[in-house]
């Protein structure tokens, strides 16, 4: 059977053009549904923006599919949202696959909490191309030259707003980090090795958690970089085997 995968993208760009290499390694061999984020569905974020929003939202998007259970794949912001997914609703879910979360729900350990603080306070009162310059700076490991720019696209002038929305609804998102230890399911974890160290220590606190988990580390990969340095060969066919998998774990259970 073919997979069936859902994809959240991150806080900058839209799930067809992060997920456009993964789908092109794939080569029809999975199913890939794109899920936008609802932060970016107007002008402007929801005022009542939430992670329970994105959480339903990703649900109704799953239910219209006619996907009781399937797999899903999330990327930096869309990362956090897939963990709240699995979290809350690991029924639905065949598998887990996360690159660089934004952040891990839950209490932070004082590592997390520092880093969350450092780039609140950096990207205070900033606007535009330097909220978005700054934004992209601090994620880097140091001595890592941030990418240039990218040129202007439709929806760009919304990713500021929407970025700061979304860290806020993180940080207020209430989640007990014990619930991991309840899903069943596989989970695949990656990151580069150019980003900022606190990605490692987001993998580590999510490997203590899950309880069936894999790790990938990739050479001269940082959390920005096209997206078919991350989406490459390799990774697909890594997600290739954690739906291989699910869904032998789910056949198991019939």
């Not at 067809?16 to 974020?45: F, I």
């Not at 929003?53 to 990703?58: D, F, N």
């Not at 535009?128 to 439709?154: D, T, W």
């Not at 390799?234 to 739906?243: S, T, Y």
Request: proline letters at 10%; charged letters at 20%; aromatic letters at 10%.
């Amino acid at each position: 059977m073919t997979p069936q995968v859902i994809c959240i993208p991150g806080s900058v760009a839209p799930a067809a053009q992060r997920y456009g290499p993964l789908k092109a390694n794939l080569d029809g061999r999975a199913e890939l549904h794109m899920k936008d984020l609802e932060v970016y569905r107007g002008d402007s974020p929801p005022p009542d923006y939430s992670v329970d929003m994105e959480i339903e939202a990703l649900e109704r998007f799953a239910d219209a599919l006619g996907l009781n259970r399937f797999n899903l794949v999330g990327y930096s912001g869309g990362g956090f949202i897939a963990l709240a997914f699995a979290g809350i609703r690991p029924e639905r879910l065949l598998s887990l696959a996360v690159f660089e979360p934004a952040m891990v729900p839950g209490s932070m350990t004082p590592e997390e909490q520092a880093m969350a603080d450092a780039l609140s306070t950096q990207l205070d009162g900033l606007h535009g191309a330097q909220f978005m310059s700054a934004f992209v700076r601090l994620q880097l490991k140091a001595g890592v030259q941030p990418p240039p720019p990218p040129p202007p696209a439709p929806g760009m002038e919304k990713r500021p707003a929407g970025i700061a929305a979304m860290m806020r609804a993180f940080l207020a998102f209430p989640f007990d980090r014990d619930r991991f230890r309840e899903c069943g399911f596989p989970v695949y974890l990656g990151y580069g090795d150019l980003t900022d160290e606190i990605e490692a220590a987001k993998v580590a606190i999510l490997a203590s958690l899950f309880a069936d988990v894999r790790i990938q580390r990739f050479a001269e990969v940082h959390h920005f970089v096209p997206p078919e340095r991350i989406y490459s060969p390799a990774h697909a066919r890594a997600l290739e085997e954690l739906w291989a998998r699910g869904s032998a774990s789910e056949l198991a259970l019939q």
